[in-house]
């Protein structure tokens, strides 16, 4: 069973990769 550690870790790294491509693919980009 995964422990809530690694599951809020798991979460904390999707969140910063999907404000990360939010944020700054459209500058790169436009």
Do not use: C, E, K, N
């Amino acid at each position: 069973m995964i422990s809530d550690q690694l599951v809020d870790l798991s979460r904390l790294q999707f969140a910063a990769t999907a404000m990360y491509h939010f944020l700054f693919v459209p500058l790169t980009i436009g």
